[in-house]
């Protein structure tokens, strides 16, 4: 790796600000300019780690913030790897990751660490997400998977009733994420934690490849005492999957990792179950999709196509990663 830059923000920093990216140079350029212009009280150090990008993003960042260490890494280790290696060193006693694809509201990162130091119990804390428009983007937290959600999204009364708690638990129905409330996921898109929460934890687990990783921190954090939490009043916009590729795979991945998490954090009695609720989510997309396909429309068949390939790959997806 080549180090570019490593010039801290203020003498005594209270936080590290953790920024992984990956062929997103545009918007890592804006997301650091509205991560300066929009922090008024914090004293923050900003560590980029660019995983082998082709566009230039390492030289871009350098010269526009030159007050950013940047690590070009020659090989891409992936989103929770190349955390876990900068964290390591992170000497300041919090820190924040915060993705390439996001915007930095005003005041966001002042109120998410006033608010963390305010709530030591929560151990990771995190904030509101809005997409471009200003609309709510649920995926800032969740609730942890259940028999009575996999249940739901087995057979599709999640995707019939997203608004309701009761049948959408993981996504809290319709809660707009403007309250303060304890979570069970808090998404690392935007997540602060202690330095020494995220030592005592040893970060992420990195057999989650891709997808799930903050789930299993959260999850681990929780087993040990603490409660995850929300605060509206730390709010960033988030594009989402800015550098992810195809749907299908994006879908195995989840999948994958969903299924790890059961294995992970269910009772081993009930892996079995949740494995199962697994297989039926998949079976029902599949046949549904091969039954609009009847219909000879375009957009029908490549939906077949796509569940086809997806269930072509359950193998894969029902043995979890790390298996």
Do not use: H, S, T
């Given at each position: 790796m080549t180090l570019i830059s490593d010039t801290a923000r203020g003498a005594e920093a209270d936080l590290t600000v953790i920024v992984v990216s990956y062929n997103t140079r545009a918007l890592t350029l804006t997301c650091l300019e509205t991560l300066y212009a929009n922090t008024a009280h914090t004293r923050f150090r900003t560590v980029v780690w660019d995983n082998a990008s082709s566009d230039g993003s390492p030289e871009a960042v350098a010269a526009r913030f030159p007050q950013v260490q940047v690590i070009a890494s020659p090989d891409n280790l992936g989103f929770a790897r190349a955390n876990n290696v900068v964290a390591a060193q992170v000497t300041t006693d919090w820190l924040l990751l915060l993705n390439p694809d996001t915007e930095v509201h005003a005041g966001a990162v002042d109120n998410l660490l006033a608010f963390s130091k305010a709530h030591p119990g929560a151990g990771i804390t995190g904030g509101r997400t809005v997409f471009p428009d200003g609309s709510l983007n649920i995926a800032s937290c969740w609730k942890q998977i259940t028999p009575w959600s996999a249940f739901c999204m087995a057979v599709g009364l999640t995707a019939a009733f997203r608004k309701s708690a009761l049948f959408n638990p993981e996504a809290m129905g319709s809660w707009q994420r403007d309250s303060v409330r304890e979570v069970?996921?808090?998404?690392?898109?935007?997540?602060?934690?202690?330095?020494?929460?995220?030592?005592?934890?040893?970060?992420?687990?990195?057999?989650?490849?891709?997808?799930?990783?903050?789930?299993?921190?959260?999850?681990?954090?929780?087993?040990?005492?603490?409660?995850?939490m929300i605060t509206p009043d730390a709010q960033i916009m988030h594009l989402v999957g800015a550098s992810s590729g195809r749907v299908a795979d994006k879908v195995v991945m989840v999948a994958r990792s969903r299924v790890t998490l059961i294995r992970d954090h269910w009772p081993q009695v009930l892996v079995p179950l949740g494995l199962a609720m697994m297989w039926l989510w998949g079976a029902l997309r599949v046949a549904a999709a091969r039954a609009l396909a009847l219909s000879g429309r375009a957009r029908h068949r490549e939906t077949a196509t796509k569940w086809r390939g997806i269930w072509a790959r359950r193998g894969d997806w029902l043995k979890g990663y790390g298996t």
């Open positions: 069970d996921i808090v998404v690392g898109c935007f997540l602060m934690a202690p330095r020494a929460l995220w030592q005592e934890l040893g970060g992420f687990d990195l057999k989650y490849f891709m997808y799930g990783e903050e789930a299993d921190l959260c999850l681990r954090a929780k087993a040990r005492g603490y409660q995850p």
